[in-house]
């Protein structure tokens, strides 16, 4: 199995704040990277597919980067909708795997 | 519009069996895969399998093999998970998703409590 882990698990942040979230996979993948916000209670929103390509709908300040094993979620200024948590996950072969998450809580 | 509307909670008993469902509309039923995810209490999600309508092709993650079914009928574009017997350990949500490039689109969850 392919193994993703987030960095870090927890991250308090402020409102206009910049948060950078990172995401290794055990091995290359490509670009078959995506990147999930779950709020509680609610089923997680696809953020970006493809390693840095915005889902439709998504706000511009979210934004998507990397290749192989490293990749990056970056919200430009943190907003109060986006207290959240964050998952990664690889889709380059059939047997798909989350990252832990990375719950993004008010400072 | 793509929806993806799930059967409602569920609390059953150690041993017993149960299938939940996944009502699709709004795409073409056929054309994309559809996967199931469970995320523990508190936890992180993880990968079940995943099934192709058009003909019924199958995947399982190998820690879900034979532990569940995963099923999909193109006559009532509709997706199921099903357990033959329940073990207090599959309490969870459990969503279904659309695949495309990643999970596009989620059921709402169905929540699995399984207490003797």
């Known amino acids: 199995d392919i193994q993703m882990t987030q960095s870090p698990s927890t991250l308090s942040a402020s409102v206009g704040d910049r948060v950078t979230i990172s995401c290794r996979a055990s091995?290359?993948?490509?670009?078959?990277l995506a990147w999930y916000q779950q709020k509680p209670g609610k089923a997680p929103k696809l953020l970006v597919y493809?390693?840095?390509n915005l889902e439709s709908g998504v706000p511009s300040r979210f934004s998507g980067s990397g290749s192989g094993t490293e990749f990056t979620l970056t919200i430009s200024s943190l907003q109060p909708d986006d207290f959240a948590t964050y998952f990664c996950?690889?889709?380059?072969?059939?047997?798909?795997?989350f990252g832990q998450g990375t719950n993004v809580e008010i400072k | 519009e793509v929806q993806l509307v799930q059967s409602g909670a569920e609390v059953k008993k150690p041993g017993e069996s149960l299938k939940i469902s996944c009502k699709t509309s709004?795409?073409?039923?056929?054309?994309?895969?559809i996967g199931w995810v469970r995320q523990l209490p508190g936890r992180g999600l993880e990968y079940m399998g995943i099934v192709f309508p058009r003909d019924s092709d199958t995947r399982y993650n190998p820690s879900f093999q034979g532990r569940v079914t995963i099923s999909a009928d193109k006559t009532v574009t509709t997706a199921y998970l099903q357990w033959d017997t329940l073990k207090a350990s599959d309490t969870a949500m459990y969503y279904c998703?659309?695949?495309?490039?990643?999970?596009?689109?989620w059921g709402q969850g169905t929540l699995v409590t399984v207490s003797s």
């Open positions: 493809k390693a840095s």
């Open positions: 998703v659309r695949l495309s490039d990643g999970a596009d689109y």
């Open positions: 709004g795409y073409t039923f056929s054309k994309n895969w």
């Open positions: 091995q290359s993948i490509g670009i078959w």
């Open positions: 996950q690889q889709y380059d072969t059939f047997l798909w795997t």
